[in-house]
């Protein structure tokens, strides 16, 4: 969807979006409106009262994104890091297992290129609580298949907001690109054996026509000679790992529900022994 044109908010998060407006002096002051009520008796004509009306959630995005400016990379092409990040396209949506949000926890996947024609890859996370009318619930995902032990390591990151990180993973490359592997990768039978996204467990859904805006945590380019991409990373040249802002889309029909497809096609994942109580084990 182009920016101007009409839409509805898949995903809108209002403690985001207000701690934004209030680092960067952003007001939600309304518009004022006039209402018109019969004046006293004894007096002619009407009289005047000025109403603040409510933003909407598109006011309040347009004057975000007017204060933000150019620090929200779009086109990607100036060096890392970026503090902020939009663009339009499609989004794979999937639970992400651990994690602060436990069992709201989300995971959106956005793959875009680089002015300079380069793989860019976005692993943004998220509550499901933030989806205006709850289109996506856990139980449409089943905890089947594999898995990252790296979650842990991961949520470290998204609490301290990209600051913190006592894991194994002790760079930044290595826990973007196994950030990277887990949005490609969880659910599938093995680890890259490049299932189709609604046959993997744990994915709820893809939103194909997409405005979204984005706060980063961490954004590295890869060394490319380290990395071995037909396992890790499918030819990413650059991660970036934040938390969406919103998400616009043309409208809820604009989004595929991996559910309905299962159902559908009479799929019915393998469950998993539940790996609720117990400490979770990367699975190979």
């Known amino acids: 969807m182009r920016e101007d044109d009409a839409g509805s908010y898949l995903y809108w998060s209002d403690r985001r979006v207000n701690e934004i407006a209030s680092d960067n002096a952003v007001t939600w002051e309304g518009r004022l409106n006039w209402t018109l009520r019969a004046a006293p008796q004894g007096f002619g004509g009407e009289v005047g009262n000025r109403e603040r009306a409510a933003l909407t959630r598109r006011e309040k995005a347009r004057k975000i994104e007017k204060v933000i ?3 929200a990379v779009s086109s990607f092409g100036t060096p890392p890091p970026a503090r902020f990040a939009k663009g339009l396209g499609p989004i794979q949506i999937a639970r992400f297992i651990g994690g602060p949000e436990k069992d709201k926890g989300t995971l959106l996947h956005i793959r875009t290129s680089s002015i300079e024609g380069h793989q860019v890859d976005l692993v943004l996370f998220c509550s499901l609580d933030n989806f205006p009318g709850h ?3 856990p139980a ?3 905890e089947t298949g594999w898995f990252s032990s790296a979650w842990h390591a991961i949520s470290e990151l998204l609490e301290s907001r990209g600051i913190r990180n006592t ?3 002790d760079d930044l490359e290595s826990l973007s690109v196994e950030a990277l592997h887990v949005a490609l990768n969880q659910g599938s039978e093995s680890p890259g054996n490049d299932q ?7 994915t709820l859904g893809l939103a194909h026509d997409c405005e979204w805006f984005a706060q980063i945590y961490t954004d590295v380019r890869l060394t490319q000679s380290r990395w ?9 040249d ?4 934040g938390a969406p802002v919103w998400v616009r889309t043309a409208s809820q029909a604009s989004v595929t529900r991996y ?3 299962r159902r559908a096609a009479g799929r019915r994942p393998r469950r998993l022994p539940s790996l609720r109580g117990r400490r979770r084990q990367g699975i190979s």
């Open 69 to 71: 400016g150019e620090q």
């Open 135 to 137: 289109p996506f619930r």
């Open 140 to 142: 449409d995902a089943h």
């Open 167 to 169: 894991s194994q993973w």
């Open 196 to 202: 189709e996204p609604w046959t993997r467990g744990l």
């Open 228 to 236: 071995d991409f037909r396992d890790n990373g499918q030819g990413a």
């Open 238 to 241: 650059r991660i970036l790992i």
């Open 259 to 261: 559910a309905e497809l």
